[in-house]
């Protein structure tokens, strides 16, 4: 992990852990041309992401992409684009979720259930609607429906992925299986985890909790192979 100043944490090079954000984790992929931020986190962290963008020096915010359509990712979505005029992209599929008053179906998200305002933000119409294997820079779209239907990660091919919430770390910097409080739809969860470990990375930004650095994909690799479903 490299720290690159005192609120700065690039985490390998290129990416940036905005930990100022409340709610998920934030990442600020920088690359030639973009400056992407993965995931807004609640309501009202727009600005800390502005003002971390500025003190790295980089100028403008090129894209917005939302892994799902959770309040604790998408949250500031509508206002950091306000802020930069950056082009919001999601995946097809869960763009319902965020231009209507259309709630997800949380049927057995306890967060839902104790919390029923967290479904409920300032809603937006996406500019960029996102399928299978499309790309916004040097990140490609994967589909990984389970959490929500319209769940992405996002593929920097041989180096790192984005999962939001298909797949989270916890504190011990380990990788953790999808659960069913937290799933949609658990067999499309588990699917999608399993299309996520055929994939080649070496570095894993989950949605929540620290990344894993290296050799994530074998690690994850293992996990599937353990699984009692998946055992010879
Ligand atoms: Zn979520």
């Not at 690039?10 to 998920?24: L, Y």
């Not at 055929?198 to 690799?221: Q, W």
Request: proline letters at 6%.
């Amino acid at each position: 992990m490299l720290y690159t100043g005192r609120y700065h944490i690039e985490v390998i090079p290129g990416v940036h852990w905005v930990r100022s954000v409340v709610g998920c984790n934030c990442w600020l992929v920088v690359e030639p041309g973009n400056s992407i931020v993965i995931d807004t986190g609640l309501p009202g962290n727009a600005r800390r992401i502005v003002n971390y963008a500025k003190q790295l020096g980089v100028s403008a915010i090129s894209h917005i992409i939302l892994t799902h359509a959770d309040i604790d990712h998408a949250g500031s979505a509508s206002e950091l684009k306000s802020l930069t005029g950056a082009k919001i992209a999601v995946h097809t599929i869960e763009a319902h979720y965020m231009t209507t008053r259309t709630e997800l179906p949380f049927p057995f998200c306890w967060v839902s259930r104790l919390i029923p305002r967290l479904s409920r933000f300032a809603r937006f119409t996406p500019d960029i609607l996102l399928d299978e294997s499309d790309s916004v820079g040097g990140l490609r779209v994967v589909h990984t429906p389970g959490h929500t239907p319209g769940s992405i990660c996002l593929l920097k091919k041989g180096e790192s992925i984005f999962t939001g919430d298909a797949l989270r770390t916890h504190a011990r910097d380990k990788l953790l299986t999808p659960s069913r409080p937290t799933a949609m739809d658990m067999p499309r969860a588990m699917d999608s985890m399993k299309k996520i470990a055929a994939l080649d990375f070496t570095s894993l930004f989950g949605g929540h909790g620290p990344p894993v650095i290296s050799k994530a994909s074998a690690k994850l690799r293992d996990i599937v192979a353990n699984l009692p479903c998946c055992q010879v």
